[in-house]
């Protein structure tokens, strides 16, 4: 899988780039993540890619035509177009069916904003998904990608060393609760002792103790997710389907 990653600060993603599992899995060949500065497609010696907004009000918006014609670029470098996906905190909300949606994907082309965000005809043009982690600002798209790129890149096969490991997780298609509490040695820290069942070597009562474990936390922290919560208030209410 192929993701390319359009922004003004490209200097942001060699640090998460080399993180050890996903530096393992572009050394495998199974993913590659192409970094591409949207200035290099600014014209003019100055090579802006803002302006003020019309209309005015604070702030700088992203002018279209580097952006469109960065994406368009980035689109040709490649046999398949890729699914471009805007990052804006306006965009439909991230979670791990989109994660799992994308996984799917051959190419992923994802578009960073910073300032007050694009001008519409970016958007009008190319149509990309519109994008956003979760109901709170950042100061650009980047960590977003970066999220993105993290969620997805699990999901793509042969880059987790336990095939089985991405379907236990919470949220994930097989199971849309959170996950049980893990113990490991010692088996007293503190004062605080780990479940007698879980040194049973009773795998029936294991199973049943860490599914009433994941209901129980479920129930606690996020009801919303729970079977027939589907209309009470969510934190995901447009992706609950
Ligand atoms: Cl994708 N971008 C920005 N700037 N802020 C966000 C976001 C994205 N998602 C949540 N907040």
Known sequence: MRFDVLTLFPEMFPGYLSQSLLNLAIERGLVSVEVHNIRDWAKGKHKNVDDRPFGGGPGMVLSPEPVVEC??????????????????????????????????????????????????????ILQPDELSIGDFVLNGG?????????????????????????????????????????YTRPREYRGHAVPEVLLSGNHPEIAEWRKQNSLERTR??????????????????????
């Open 71 to 124: 994406v368009e670029a980035v689109q040709q470098m490649d046999s398949s177009p890729g699914r471009v996906i805007m990052l804006t905190p306006s965009g439909r909300r991230f979670d791990q069916r989109v994660a799992e949606e994308y996984s799917n994907e051959q190419r992923l082309v994802l578009l960073c904003g910073r300032y007050e965000g694009f001008d519409q005809r970016v958007v009008d």
């Open 142 to 182: 980047e960590v977003a990608a970066m999220v993105v790129v993290d969620a997805v890149v699990r999901l793509v096969p042969g880059v987790l060393g336990d095939e089985q490991s991405n379907k236990q997780d919470s949220f994930s298609s097989e199971n849309r609760l959170l996950e049980f509490a893990q």
């Open 220 to 241: 606690q922290r996020r009801a919303d997710l729970l079977p027939g919560n589907g209309d009470k208030p969510s934190d995901n209410p447009g992706n609950s389907a």
